[in-house]
């Protein structure tokens, strides 16, 4: 599948930007939400946003960050998964991400890949698992999302401080966690979820959570408006990133 990169995403690659201070909020740093959207039309939607930017871009480098938001704001940029298939699909994006800007044989590019595995593989365990607020059940992908963006984000800003490497968390524990029976399930932060009145018989199509007399609503992609652009900052454009994706371009 092509791997179409956001302005917003490959401007936080080049700016090393990768971490957040504020892990509440999936547009800020890299994550497994804030890959791209999953639909045909969004991909395409990016693909030609993109275009534009490049043509701003070739333009002897005079183009300003702001310019390339006014022509790139994402459409669909951030992804919370319903399923675990939609799951497994963001994880592979990360998976190709971190082997562009940390090496295949990276630990935390193994540790993506080790994890789409056992995606694969404990489908129908998965498919079983009951959070310990069962309201919150049809939430179980994202909140595994939650769980992996996490310690991840800790673990980027861990070793941006450390002189010395240092261990990459290891993603399959939550599924022994979750067979163990023991508490898994991280926070979700309230802005992502959308509450609506509670309906007799609610969509299937939309994953839900009852919180007393309503019922909180996770939609798959979610737009958010991209934070605010520091003015007067040329773009940088960086061919070392756009040829180590290619072999993960269609």
């Known amino acids: 599948d092509e791997f179409p990169v956001s302005t917003s995403m490959a401007t936080k690659m080049v700016k090393l930007t990768w971490h957040s201070s504020l892990p509440d909020d999936f547009t800020c740093g890299l994550n497994i939400f804030a890959v791209g959207a999953l639909d045909d039309e969004a991909v ?17 480098g005079t183009a300003q960050l702001e310019d390339i938001a006014s022509v790139s704001t994402p459409k669909g940029d951030l992804t919370l998964p319903q399923t675990f298939a939609h799951l ?19 630990p935390l590019t193994a540790q993506y890949q080790e994890f789409h595995t056992h995606l694969i593989r404990r ?26 963006q996490l310690r991840t984000n800790h673990w980027l800003q ?9 261990p ?12 163990l029976m023991e508490p898994w399930e991280p926070r979700f932060p309230s802005r992502y979820l959308v509450t609506s009145p509670l309906k007799d018989s609610p969509s299937t199509s939309t ?4 919180v007393g007399s309503t019922v909180s609503t996770l939609t798959p992609g979610t ?22 994706f290619q072999p993960f371009k269609a």
């Open 158 to 166: 861990a070793q941006s401080k450390s002189p010395l490497p240092l």
């Open 44 to 60: 395409e939607y990016q693909r030609i946003q993109n275009q534009q930017a490049d043509l701003l871009l070739a333009n002897e």
């Open 123 to 148: 489908e129908k365990f998965l498919d079983t698992v009951e959070p310990a607020d069962r309201s919150q059940r049809h939430l179980v992908p994202a909140l595994v999302g939650r769980w992996v």
């Open 88 to 106: 497994r699909y963001l994880t592979q994006r990360m998976y190709a991400m971190w082997s562009v800007l940390l090496g295949p044989l990276h």
């Open 223 to 244: 737009n958010i408006t991209p934070t605010t652009v520091p003015k007067k900052s040329t773009a940088i454009r960086s061919m070392t990133y756009n040829e180590a």
């Open 168 to 179: 990459v968390p290891t993603f399959t524990t939550v599924f022994d966690q979750m067979a």
């Open 207 to 210: 994953a839900h959570t009852t």
